[in-house]
């Protein structure tokens, strides 16, 4: 089979490998489409972990670090329960460090990593399920202090997690949903997801209201992993401000903060459950992958799938073996 490995840091290459053989408990899956996960993809080509403090080991693992698939059931190994050759299924989750990823014609997946996707949806509407599983973890860290409905909600970083989460809020029923974005494009898709307000967080102007006005957020989720944006959400926003972009510095929380008790909540542990909501949202019509896609293409052309996301050309490529 035909795959992608980094041999050296910020070179993919395009290589033959053996098709593996599932073991006990996995499947092998004909990888259908793998939708990048832009920040690790754009990491590796710079030779750094997505991980602080992170090491790369090379040549990687073949197909890494590709997660976001969807694919058929080509053979069972050995007791293998819940699925049978030919089913359609998603990865809900990544399969972690050393495992073979999904940026290759055929991978193995642990049939714990594994949940049934209609045959009707498209590679682009369905590839990014672990995605919408992240957010969803971000959103239940949310719900499990305050209800969003009739809520004003905030989302800072118009990213493929900001997208989603901007579609979230609105099915979770909040009143206004205020998106920030430097990046015009992207302003003006999260208007078309459901935004009912998009601003660029450069502007000095830009939502002049601290979290003790009535025009504040009362919950926002920051998808930038920046301090200044994590600080930004935190100085206009009354209940929950949730962290879902990786943070790799400090942020400052003092007196302003701790009075009127503002909750900042980091990241939450991925599960299968948020998995099967998402994918409720999903075929419901109120989370809407496929406009994530900015392109689809031959994962031979990875490397130039990649430098579209690097010159802010694209949101998500999504790559057919």
């Known amino acids: 089979m035909k795959a992608i490995r980094y041999e050296a840091a910020g070179q993919p290459e395009w290589v033959e490998a053996p098709i593996p053989d599932p073991g006990p408990g996995q499947v092998l899956l004909k990888v259908e489409g793998v939708a990048t996960c832009p920040q690790w993809d754009m990491h590796l080509m710079r030779g750094e972990s997505m991980v602080p403090g992170g090491v790369i080991d090379y040549p990687t693992a073949i197909g890494h670090p590709g997660h976001e698939a969807v694919g058929i059931v080509e053979r069972l190994g050995g007791g293998a329960e819940g699925f049978a050759v ?13 495992r073979d990823g999904c940026y290759a014609e055929y991978v193995i997946a642990d049939t714990a990593n594994l949940i049934a996707v209609p045959k009707n949806l498209s590679i682009e509407e369905i590839a990014s399920l672990e995605l919408a599983m992240c957010i969803q973890v971000s959103f239940d860290q949310i719900l499990n202090i305050a209800p969003i409905e009739g809520k004003r909600f905030g989302v800072s970083g118009l990213g493929p997690a900001g997208l989603l989460a901007v579609q979230l809020a609105k099915a979770y029923g909040a009143s206004e949903v205020v998106a920030f974005d430097p990046v015009e494009a992207r302003r003006d898709l999260a208007l078309s997801l459901g935004a009912d307000r998009v601003l660029d967080p450069r502007d000095p102007e830009c939502f002049p209201y601290n979290r003790f006005k009535p025009e504040r957020l009362e919950l926002a989720v920051d998808c930038t992993g920046l301090p200044v944006s994590v ?3 935190m100085q206009r ?3 929950v401000v949730a962290l879902f972009g990786v943070l790799r510095e400090e942020v400052r929380f003092g007196f302003f903060h701790w009075c009127g008790a503002l909750h900042l909540v980091g990241y939450g542990n991925q599960n299968r459950f948020a998995a099967e909501r998402a994918l409720q949202h999903i075929k419901s019509g109120s989370l809407k992958l496929a406009p994530l896609i900015s392109a689809t293409m031959p994962l031979s052309d990875y490397r130039k799938g990649i430098e579209l996301l690097q010159k802010q050309e694209a949101i998500k490529i999504c790559f057919t073996p």
Do not use: K, M, S, Y
């Open 86 to 98: 030919g089913d359609r299924v998603a990865l809900w989750q990544d399969q972690g460090a050393g």
């Open 237 to 239: 926003t009354r209940e």
């Open 231 to 233: 600080e930004f959400l």
